[in-house]
């Protein structure tokens, strides 16, 4: 069974910088697109970034409200894909996921992916 454990979360004022940290387990991850999405207070979970296997160097795609700001990277060895957030802005308030799903393409829908971590809470606030 594939565990997804979110951190780096945390309280950041507008122009920072987090890094967030997405440790997978339970599977040979191999062939495995990881994604990131949000969830603000009282609205929808939306795509943030994804990237393919071997997520070391693998493709990558991004919101267009992150892109040029957000990057997604990933260490193979330690089963760990990246988040990489800078010039952050209050709109990026939101509880970040980290999503996982056996395939070769990226995907950006909520509905795609099979496993879901439980979340982290960024506040971008001043």
């Known amino acids: 069974q594939v565990q997804l454990v979110e951190s780096g979360g945390g309280s950041v004022q507008p122009g920072g910088s987090l890094r967030l940290s997405c440790a997978a387990s339970?599977?040979?991850?191999?062939?495995?697109?990881m994604g990131w999405f949000r969830q603000a207070p009282g609205k929808d979970r939306e795509f943030v970034a994804a990237?393919?296997?071997?997520?070391?160097?693998?493709?990558?795609l991004y919101a267009d409200s992150v892109q040029g700001r957000f990057t997604i990277s990933g260490d193979n060895a330690k089963n760990t894909v990246y988040l990489q957030m800078n010039s952050l802005k209050p709109e990026d308030t939101a509880v970040y996921y980290c999503a996982a799903k056996r395939t070769r393409g990226l995907l950006t829908t909520v509905t795609s992916y099979d496993d879901w971590g439980q979340g982290t809470q960024v506040t971008v606030s001043s």
């Open positions: 990237i393919t296997w071997s997520w070391s160097r693998g493709n990558t």
């Open positions: 339970g599977r040979t991850f191999s062939s495995y697109v």
